[in-house]
């Protein structure tokens, strides 16, 4: 545009327009501001108060406590197990077995032939996984699997070694069924099935032309999957990998079924000995509520890092992102030249 | 632009060898007894209607399609049915897509260097070296830090070239490069495979753009259903002064 064609006492419409949009920016946050997490944290402290105020509530919630250790423990070490299941078994799962296009040698035959076993076998695993109740899986695991697992280490593979260096005194393997151990081992199968479902999604949501590109400077398919494919599918499902990272938070309760010492055995016990069923609850509740929404709030900044269109994800600059103030700004696209 | 000033040495062995090469999509029958010998340098332009297997072929030939029936040797190496390291090979054949198919997670440097640094094994900072020059070569090294997706078609298509050719490779294919692109976006597209050409790589072009076809290859072919209609230099197959096969001279009439 031409500024001096309107003469110079006009005012230069380029400035109005700079001006207004400058306005308009500096409002932005106005818009954008996660007025929701503002509720819930006034809410938090409210219900913080009025627990810590109340001698009944007060001691159960310091009691309840106790539990929270063991909650956090069994769901992260069974959400890192089911994620590597997942993304085992999604791999596998994105890749279906396809007839051959050319002759076979024996030996691509039989490498055809393994991964064909292969897939059927995870494809099994996902089918039966996600039909049957967690709680189920749970029990099977303590009360039948792990005893009979163990009962068969300890008399063929112990008692193998025992005969073998002539040594009565090689202690038998302890595995106790109803421990924190079988609890990750059931939790992390039971959603390694579901989340290798979400991964596969993942990965199939990536353009073919993504792999044709790597195969054709010479990449393999591992070093495709790694470098190219498994970062950009992460980024899509981020958000239901969030959901079952709070999921599992809230379905660890189930381990009160094995008598371990979680929020909810802790609450079971000491709810029947006070009779204060409604107070405990109260504050499981409430325990549970603040986990998961603590949880909820670190994924959706995760995801907010990683979703700034074009950022390489590395650890450094997620841990840029989290904190306040230091969010990077989206990146305005430039004019083309 | 001065196709015929390269030196093509008359006694070297070509550098891919087709014979009777054909290929099926199921029951579809979509490369039919393909012969071809392209020779070192050589600059191939291959025209024809959509559907009529160009691509399928130029895709044949690193192997992205398998064809199952008939031979092609690419450098000396057999592609069979019993090829061990596919991916070697296509380390010697660099491919530019329609579509682009940047990394739209990693910046522009990160996806020209990661190839060299991964396959074959360069040390970062040769490889951003490397990377640097290329981009200069293709006229971009002020975008080097941005990603795929803050680029224009050209810019994108231009990365895409630099990124086939960190590999060093012996063959590029282009597979409709400016295809997809905004008219005003396709010459400095086609300014660089000029460039490229002039330098003495060996392409094979798949392309509607019978201008770039005119100036820098020094042979066209004609494609249809699958066949090698008809081929021949430049010069005789835009020349009206020669009998044409009548497919290819309804096509021609078509586009020209």
């Known amino acids: 545009m031409n500024p001096d064609r309107d003469g110079p006492q006009q005012p230069d419409l380029n400035e109005i327009i700079a001006e207004s949009r400058g306005r308009a920016m500096r409002f932005a946050r106005l818009y954008t501001f996660p007025y929701w997490i503002v509720f819930l944290v006034i809410l938090g402290i409210l219900l913080a108060i009025s627990i810590l105020t109340d001698k009944v509530y007060s001691d159960i919630f310091v009691q309840l406590m106790d539990g929270v250790d063991m909650t956090l423990f069994v769901s992260g070490a069974s959400y890192l197990s089911a ?29 055809r032939w393994l991964r064909i076993a292969i897939y059927n076998v995870c494809t099994v695993y ?8 967690i709680l189920v899986v749970l029990l099977v695991t303590a009360f039948i699997v792990v005893p009979a697992l163990r009962d068969l280490i300890n008399t063929s593979l112990i008692g193998g070694i025992r005969d073998l260096l002539d040594d009565p005194d090689i202690p038998d393997l302890i595995w106790r069924g109803s421990s924190s151990g079988t609890a990750i081992v059931a939790l992390a199968i039971t959603y390694g099935a579901y989340m290798s479902e979400t991964v596969r999604a993942g990965i199939q949501s990536i353009p073919k032309g993504q792999f044709e590109a790597a195969y054709s400077v010479g990449m393999t398919y591992w070093q495709t999957m790694r470098s190219i494919v498994l970062p950009q599918a992460f980024r899509n499902v981020l958000p239901p990998l969030g959901n ?17 010492r979680d929020i909810t055995q802790i609450a079971k016990t000491s709810s029947g000995r006070s009779f204060r069923y409604v107070e405990t609850y109260a504050v499981v509740a409430y325990l549970y509520l603040t986990l998961v929404i603590l949880a909820t709030t670190l994924v959706n900044m995760l995801e907010d890092t990683v979703n700034i269109e074009r950022e390489t994800p590395r650890l450094v600059r997620r841990l840029g992102g989290l904190l306040p103030g230091r969010r990077k700004r989206k990146v305005i696209p430039e004019t083309f030249d | ?14 550098i891919i060898i087709c014979r009777e090469m054909n290929k099926w999509f199921g029951e579809f029958h979509v490369l039919r007894n393909i012969s071809l010998e392209v020779m070192p340098q050589e600059v191939l332009v291959i025209i024809g209607p959509s559907g009529s297997g160009k691509s399928t072929f130029i895709r044949c030939i690193n192997r992205l399609e398998e064809h199952q029936d008939g031979t092609i040797i690419v450098d000396g190496i057999e592609l069979s049915h019993d090829v061990q390291n596919i991916a070697e090979i296509r380390r010697e054949t660099g491919m530019v897509f329609q579509q682009f198919n940047l990394f739209p997670h990693l910046t522009v440097m990160d996806n020209i260097s990661l190839a060299p640094m991964k396959v074959r094994h360069w040390a970062r900072d040769k490889a951003e070296q490397r990377a640097m020059e290329l981009l ?17 078609g050209g810019q ?32 400095e597209v086609l300014d660089v495979m000029k460039e490229l050409a002039r330098t003495g790589m060996t ?19 004609f494609m249809d259903m699958g066949r090698i209609v008809e081929q021949g230099p430049p010069e005789n197959f835009f020349s009206d002064e020669i009998t044409h096969h009548p497919r290819t001279q ?7």
Do not use: C, W
Request: charged content about 25%; overall charge negative.
């Open chain 1, 83 to 111: 994620l590597t299941i997942a993304v085992i078994v999604g791999i596998i799962r994105s890749n279906p077995p396809e007839a051959p296009q050319t002759r076979q040698t024996l030996r691509k035959a039989i490498l």
């Open chain 1, 126 to 133: 996902v089918s039966v996984m996600r039909g049957i109740p």
């Open chain 1, 244 to 260: 079952d990272f709070v999921a599992m938070i809230k379905d660890s309760s189930l381990l009160a079924f094995l008598g371990i």
């Open chain 2, 1 to 14: 632009m001065e196709a015929g000033s390269k030196q093509v040495m008359a006694g070297d062995e070509p």
């Open chain 2, 136 to 152: 200069e070569r293709v006229g971009i090294p002020e975008q080097a830090y941005k990603y795929p997706g803050q680029l224009s």
């Open chain 2, 156 to 187: 994108q298509q231009r990365v895409a070239i630099a990124r086939a050719l960190a590999m060093e490779p012996k063959i590029m294919l282009f597979d409709e490069p400016t295809s997809a692109l905004d008219p005003e976006m396709i010459k």
């Open chain 2, 203 to 221: 392409m094979l072009v798949v392309t509607h753009e019978m201008g770039f076809a005119r100036e820098v290859a020094d042979r066209v072919i």
């Open chain 2, 250 to 256: 309804e096509f021609l009439d078509q586009i020209l």
